[in-house]
């Protein structure tokens, strides 16, 4: 038991994304055979009432966020001084309104406690020096210091590393066929979730289809999710990586996108609200991962229907497009009925019914 308690507390950071001190307190809820459903870091300093009152309006949330999973038990730990009082005033609350069996972990100056439920008193230290995580044994990134390190560390670079595409390239890549622009959108996310250094020239295309068309944009979205977790996580690094070096003309469509693709790849919450500060706020898609991250909503179940959504999406494009670059053409290649190509939809160029955001809902 010692060895498991040690294990997870020193495991916590990773999943959080960040180091945890004396303010938080986490709570993890598990399923009947300890499958973890999520965890939830709390900043107790950021109530203005007592710890009471606190953990009322935590265990609020938690009843909302939780309702439609199979949660058996609750994990409370709780940091510093004030932790006892806080995991106890906080377990009274969860047990009080969600019925919910919870077990108490304190945490102060490298040692651990677990409180024994039978008698209220707690049990011996279990020290974390020298423990190391499954997560840094496989290689995954250190947590950063602190939850402001960890938004800092998805801004925007101090200087664009790319800028627009020229215009030849721009011209063929909008008279292209949709699925060939989506092929381009694939392509450009796994070169660059593959290689040992980003290509610039692939996120200059990947940026200039993203933020261009937003169709190229739930085809970005939908190939970084729609895929096994094995993938999604550097692909979804891509369109991270790609807002971050993008120009700043570029970089609120490009938030939306990656703080959509870390939704759904369940990274940390911090992560999410860090991409969503520098978001387009009149996207569709900005308010709907807003939302989502707001409720708690889990993303995970609604992945095979953004991919499934996109094919869909495309499928429809290709049709449409296919008669009328199939139809006679004039001297300059264009079809004859039209005196010039179609220009790719985007947020500000399309049919005034059309709502910008209505793709989005529904992947």
Known sequence: MIAKVAEYLAHLPYTVGHQLGDEHVVVGAFDADSRTIVHATIDWTDGTGGDIQTAEETTAYLDRVLTPHPVARLIVTAYGPDGPARSQALA????????????????????????????GEWGPVVRLTGVVPAAALAGHPAPAASREELLESVAPLPVPLFGDIGADRAAALNNSSPLLRAEVVQH?????ATGPV???????????LITTDIRMRDCALAHAVGTSDELTGPR???LV????????????????????AALFAVWPPPIVHGLLRYADKSSGLTALVARAIEAGVDPRPMRPGVTRASQQQLIRLEDDWTPQWSAPRNAEGRPASSPTPSAPWTRRQGPEHHDP???TPEL
Request: no cysteine.
């Open 198 to 208: 980003d290509n610039l020239q692939q996120m200059s295309v990947l940026s200039h």
């Open 241 to 260: 990586r790609t807002f971050r070096a993008a120009p700043s003309d570029k970089q609120p469509e490009l938030a939306s996108t990656a703080a959509a």
């Open 236 to 238: 979804t690094s891509v």
């Open 188 to 192: 450009a996310i796994d070169t660059l």
């Open 92 to 119: 009274d609350a969860a047990e009080a309104r969600l019925g919910l069996r919870t077990e108490q972990i304190h945490v102060q100056e490298g040692v651990g406690r677990l409180r024994q439920s039978a008698t």
């Open 357 to 359: 955001g209505a793709s």
